[in-house]
């Protein structure tokens, strides 16, 4: 069982008659926040969001990243400049097409890092689906 990521509490401002808010509980989601008359409607609504966000989990909806293999910013191999070669890319993950952005970089020397292969990458704890791009 996963944790929830919505908190069901009593609407700290109360059915206030100046902001036209009557709803006593508040459930306040990712996405915002749902007042509710009562605090079983309130519960339903988390019930409802934590639902819909298993089901996206469990079809495997991730975020997308781009990966492609740059040269190598390794200081040791660079001062070598006769032992660089073509194979000595770093893998660079970006978070948009546009490869403005680098979020994660997997020196060449790392058995472990992603190839053309993969389809999927493990990174901060989730796993995401992989786009490769061109080559720099």
Known sequence: MTKSLCNVRRNPHGPARMTGNHMRWICETPSGVVYCETRECAR?????????????????????????????TDKMTLDQPASLSSAQRDVVAYD?????????????????????????????????????LKDQ
């Open 44 to 72: 339903d609504v988390a019930r409802g969001y934590n639902r819909d966000r298993r089901e996206l989990l469990r079809e495997g909806v991730r975020h997308m990243i781009y990966l492609r293999k740059e040269w190598t």
């Open 96 to 132: 948009s097409d546009c490869c403005t952005k680098a979020i994660a970089r997997w020196p060449w020397q790392y058995s472990g890092k992603p190839d053309r292969r993969y389809k999927r990458v493990m990174f901060n704890c989730h796993t995401h689906n992989v786009q490769w």
